[in-house]
């Protein structure tokens, strides 16, 4: 992202819009990425297991997704910033739990790694 602001000669000062907009489509990515990666793992570790552990899991990838928010957070310290990846980790996170085609084509090259 800092390259890229250099590049277009973004500064925070001049143009803060598009400072703005850029870093929360560099925060989104990756917090919509990470509940990607949480709701395949957990859509992979449900399989044949008893429904109460079928919640529990799913409860804990969405506390993963929450985490990965929170890291999120870190970088991107702004309120506008912790509020758009907290609804991005929620929404996702769903989204990759009952629809995880999407997921395994958004990060599915991960799991080729190991």
């Known amino acids: 992202m ?4 250099r590049i277009f000669r973004m ?11 850029s870093a929360l489509i560099v925060s989104g990515v990756q ?10 793992v957990v859509s992979s570790a449900v ?14 990838g969405l506390v993963s997704s929450w985490v990965a928010t929170v890291i999120v957070s870190v970088f991107y310290m702004g309120t506008i910033y912790r509020m758009v990846n907290l609804a991005l980790a929620i929404l996702s996170f769903i989204v990759f739990s009952v629809w995880p085609g999407a997921g395994r084509a958004m990060c599915g090259w991960v799991f080729n790694l190991y």
């Open 47 to 60: 399989a044949g297991t008893f429904i109460w552990m079928t919640i529990i899991l799913y409860g804990v």
């Open 11 to 21: 500064d925070l000062y001049s143009r803060y819009d598009a400072y703005v907009i």
């Open 31 to 40: 917090q919509v990425g990470w509940s990607a990666f949480a709701a395949l």
């Open 2 to 5: 800092v390259v890229a602001q």
